[in-house]
């Protein structure tokens, strides 16, 4: 599925699979960026179909942004990087390179995966993707110790991908925010990480679960901070 030019849900809600993941197409170098990576092979079914649907099927996958340890989120991590991708994530990716239990792998009876080498990105650590695709990484801790969003800046929109931190909800104008599932939730983290993030700049939201929110970011994360402030107790 589109999204934007060069923007594509590799697997996700469009295709009755719970867990989103984004692929950014930067057709001039004939390589693909994804943001996360599914937690399985029925994940890497719907990617293969994708990739074919939309003539990409010969893009090498050259890097993968995690936003969080949970295993669906970054169950194929250590698929990518044994054909070559580079791993990126804030602090859970020590998780993956431990399989802690931040992956939540008892949510799957099955141990998590290992990676062997994860890059470990700093707070606004910004990299340059390829000339007109920057990335730009937003510590967000709260859902997990280590969560990220991402802010891809390409041409004149400011798309983030959150993770579980920010989520749609089923009406128009509701969100979702991340279940109380890690060992590391915070909800003092949560709402010092919306807080900050409400003040950025955000054309569209484009989250681990459900739909993506294209029209105004900015106003789901502000009805996000609302909801984190107006019902703490159901959050705590």
């Given at each position: 599925m589109q999204i934007f030019p060069n923007i594509y849900l590799m697997s996700g809600f469009a295709y009755q699979r719970h867990q989103n993941f984004y692929g950014i197409d930067i057709p001039k170098e004939n390589r693909l960026v994804l943001v996360d990576c599914g937690l399985d092979e029925n994940d890497l079914a719907?990617?293969?179909?994708?990739k074919k649907a939309w003539n990409l099927k010969d893009r090498k996958i050259s890097d993968v942004f995690v936003t969080h340890a949970h295993f669906d989120h970054s169950g194929n991590a250590y698929w990518f990087e044994q054909r070559g991708s580079r791993i990126s994530a804030g602090e859970d990716g020590k998780s993956l390179l431990s399989g802690d239990e931040h992956t939540i792998d008892f949510a799957y009876q099955r141990a998590f995966p290992i990676c062997r080498n994860v890059k470990i990105l700093?707070?606004?650590?910004?990299?340059?993707?390829?000339?007109?695709?920057?990335?730009?990484?937003?510590?967000?801790?709260?859902?997990?110790r280590g969560s990220v969003c991402y802010e891809l800046l390409y041409g004149d929109k400011h798309i983030w991908?959150?993770?579980?931190?920010?989520?749609?909800?089923?009406?128009?104008?509701?969100?979702?925010?991340g279940i109380?599932?890690?060992?590391?939730?915070?909800?003092?983290?949560?709402?010092?990480?919306?807080?900050?993030?409400?003040?950025?700049?955000?054309?569209?939201?484009?989250?681990?679960?459900?739909?993506?929110?294209?029209?105004?970011?900015?106003?789901?994360?502000?009805?996000a901070y609302r909801e984190l402030l107006?019902?703490?107790?159901?959050?705590?």
């Open positions: 719907v990617m293969e179909s994708v700093k707070d606004q650590e910004t990299i340059v993707l390829a000339p007109g695709y920057t990335m730009k990484c937003h510590f967000s801790p709260g859902h997990t991908f959150t993770g579980d931190m920010v989520q749609t909800g089923e009406e128009i104008g509701q969100v979702r925010i109380k599932v890690d060992s590391g939730y915070d909800y003092e983290q949560y709402r010092e990480s919306m807080k900050k993030m409400k003040n950025e700049v955000c054309d569209a939201v484009l989250p681990g679960h459900y739909e993506p929110y294209l029209c105004s970011g900015s106003g789901l994360i502000q009805i107006a019902n703490r107790d159901k959050y705590r």
